[in-house]
């Protein structure tokens, strides 16, 4: 468990990977909100906030991958073009 508390801060910064495991055990049914808020004595309201900012972001993750096949078909266009254009520029040489 990674908690960060400053003197001049009151408020626990808890590690992405810490958060990202106590919402998977919330989202997949492994336990409770109420048994990981006594446990790891962690306010309730901040549990269903990070499941919910979860939930929100998931159909983000789907999303991704729509820009990188559109990349690869750019990079397929951008590498045709350059092979033309280096035929054209040989063939000007000569």
Do not use: H
Request: zero cysteines.
């Amino acid at each position: 468990m990674s908690i960060v508390k400053s003197k001049t801060q009151k408020r626990k910064k808890y590690a992405p990977e810490y958060k990202a495991g106590l919402v998977l055990e919330i989202v997949s049914g492994k336990r409770t909100v109420a048994e990981i808020a006594r446990t790891e004595k962690i306010k309730d309201s901040v549990l269903y906030e990070w499941r919910n900012e979860v939930v929100a972001k998931l159909p983000l993750l789907f999303a991704m991958d729509m820009p990188s096949q559109v990349q690869n078909e750019r990079e397929k266009e951008l590498e045709q073009l350059i092979g033309q254009l280096t035929i054209e520029n040989q063939a000007l040489k000569k």
